[in-house]
């Protein structure tokens, strides 16, 4: 289970592996989003919870392909299938590996972001908080939207479809819990989004198991 | 239940059966919309109110139509049965369409009402975000090539969404509302007037009939396809 995690991170971070990919999407979206609505600081730092939430789902949705698609193509999918590790346990080994090398990062990355969009220094905490709780949930969720599609050539526009409506609680906990602490509300937006996070990881290594052994033909 | 659950008998059952549900469907449907327009103006919301018997209905079977797809699908992965996929299969642009339904006359009534076609309520959005559900799972339907492949994925979609409805319920709810609460099925009885109680169950018995019609004719041709590219395959 650790070669696994440490050999899917180790592909992510080398040439084409898309790690860095995702997280300068990230980047671009958030630099994207004041272009179009304007450089009012106040309605930025208002907006910035969301439009960062947003960001990081998408470049978490953009690169899940490479969670099975690769290993699928070459076979080696078959290969892990056949070990002895039961294959609930490699999708787990296989979502902590995506957040580990999409999630962490944007999470890193963020309060850079933050920076510049004028969040308040009370709002760096939550945003913070939220997107290291919440983004496990992406990863999570998008695995088994990225395991139901992974027969299907054009999978890749299928996957937002599917995966987007059941991350809809993600958002609203994640960016709830910096409006919450901008709006200097106590909310309960946090461990709702702990709760979340932890039911998805813990619940969709079982869903993600069962779409691969289907794809495999077993 | 599964002495019945043969494609057989089932299409040799269902097929008397389909005239009588049409029947009382269409019965229901006609003394509810006659009820709805003899029932008194609301003392608020004026006419506007009838709305209320063509959308509350939708939407109770667009719900209701997700809750029977996601069964039918855990039945057909648990027991890898064929009718029961049909059956999934087939109740997924029903209840799409019944969403549509209710999100459209939801939106003609939130016009008069709240002065907006669309607000971002937590019912709406959840039915928006449930609309959504229903299109993914007829797209991933389509994708896969292999029925019986696909018929498997798409019952561990619906089972995933299932358990994430009350989830994306709560969570919107916990966001944002601005719609109504509850007012028929509550703890001291329904606090809506009896003038307006009879026409709005005629029709919410009327639109369930309804559904279960084009339900099972939908699952009888499905049936029927499914004999017909068996013959076709059999004589290339």
Known sequence: MIALLSRDMRLAFRAGGGAMLALAFFASVAALVPLGIGPDLRLLARIAGGVLWIAAVLAGLLSLDRLFQADYEDGSLDLIALSPLPLEAVSFAKIVAHWLTTGLPLTLLSPVLALMYGVPVRGFLPLIASLLIGTPAVSAIGAVGASLTLSIRRGGLILPLIVLPLLAPAVIFGAGAVIGALDNLPNGALPLLAAFSFAALLLSPFAVAAAVRLNLGS | ?236
Request: proline content about 6%.
């Open chain 2, 1 to 236: 239940m599964f002495a019945y659950a043969n494609p057989k008998r089932f299409m040799d059952l269902s097929g008397p059966f389909v005239p009588w549900l049409a029947t009382a469907a269409a019965i229901l449907l006609v003394v509810g919309l006659y009820l709805a327009f003899t029932a008194p103006p609301d003392y608020q919301q004026g006419d506007t109110v009838r709305i209320m018997f063509i959308h509350v209905p939708a939407a109770w079977t667009a719900m209701m139509a997700y809750a029977l797809m996601a069964f039918s699908a855990a039945i057909g992965l648990i027991n890898r049965h064929p009718l029961a996929d049909a059956a999934a299969k087939t109740a997924a642009p029903l209840g799409a369409l019944f969403t549509a339904l209710a999100l459209v006359t939801g939106s003609l009534w939130g016009k008069p009402m709240w002065g907006a076609w669309w607000v971002w309520d937590a019912r709406l959005t959840s039915f928006l975000l449930l609309l959504f559900l229903y299109l993914g799972y007829i797209a991933l339907w389509n994708a896969i090539e292999d029925e019986t492949r696909a018929a498997r994925a798409t019952a561990i979609l619906a089972i995933v969404g299932a358990v994430n409805l009350p989830i994306i319920e709560f969570s919107v709810e916990w966001w944002s509302t601005l719609h109504q609460g509850e007012s028929i099925l509550r703890k001291g009885g329904p606090l809506i007037a009896p003038v307006f109680l009879w026409p709005l169950a005629a029709m919410a018995l009327g639109y369930t009939l309804l559904f279960f019609t084009l339900w099972i004719v939908r699952i009888r041709t499905e049936i029927l396809n499914r004999r017909l590219r068996a013959l076709q395959m059999g004589a290339a």
